[in-house]
C-alpha cells in the first residue's frame, strides 16, 4: 500500500492532452520520514508511523522529542500495512511513489462551522412565512412525542448543533497530474477542508 500526507493548497482546473478540463484540488506533499515501525510481536499489529511538516523545537514536549530523535516534526501520522513493512525508520517517502493516473483514496477535516440551526445544518425549509406564523421561518418544529417516542427525544434526532469539523473519506479520486520539481499533486473533484488542512492520501 502507498501513503503520503501532505497540505490542501487550493482548487483550480487543468486541461490534460486532450483539451479536456478536469476540476482539481492543489496538495503539497511530502516529504515525509519513517520515525517508527510496528509489528506484530511487539505491538499487536503492523504499521509504519511517519513524520511531516516542521514546527519549532520549543513547542515540542519531551517525550515527543525522545521519540522523534530531536528532529521537529509538525504532524505524526500512522498508516496500517498488511504483513511486515520492508521500511526502516529514517526512510524517507516523497511524491515520487504516486503517477498520474493512480487512484487514491483522500481523507481530511472539514471546515469547522460553529453551532448552526437546522435549516443549515440539515437542509430543513423551515415554518410556514403566513398564516399566523410569527418568529418562526427557521425552527424546526416538533422534535418528538409521548405517543411516538414515549415522552422522549430519539436518539439521532436532527437538531441544531456543531456542524463541521468532522473525518471525511472520499475514495476512487483520480490523480491528475503529479510535479515532483514542485511536490505539487492535482487530484480530480473536491477534498474537504480549509487551506493548509493535513490531506492523507492512500493508494
Known sequence: MKFILGTKQNMTQIFDEAGIVHPVTVLKVGPMTVT???NVATDGYTAVQVGFGERKAKNINKPQ???LKGLNYMHTKEFRVEGD???AVGDAI???TFAAGDTVTVSSVSKGKGFQGVVHR???HGGPRSHGQKHSEREPGSIG???RDGGRVAKGKRMAGRMGSDRITTKNLTIVAVKPETGEMFIRGAIAG???TVVEIKG
Do not use: L, N, P
Open 65 to 67: 522529542t525522545g521519540h
Open 85 to 87: 513493512s520492508t521500511m
Open 36 to 38: 517508527q515501525v510496528k
Open 122 to 124: 440539515h437542509g430543513f
Open 94 to 96: 516523497d511524491i515520487s
Open 145 to 147: 412525542g409521548a405517543g
Open 194 to 196: 480549509r487551506r493548509g
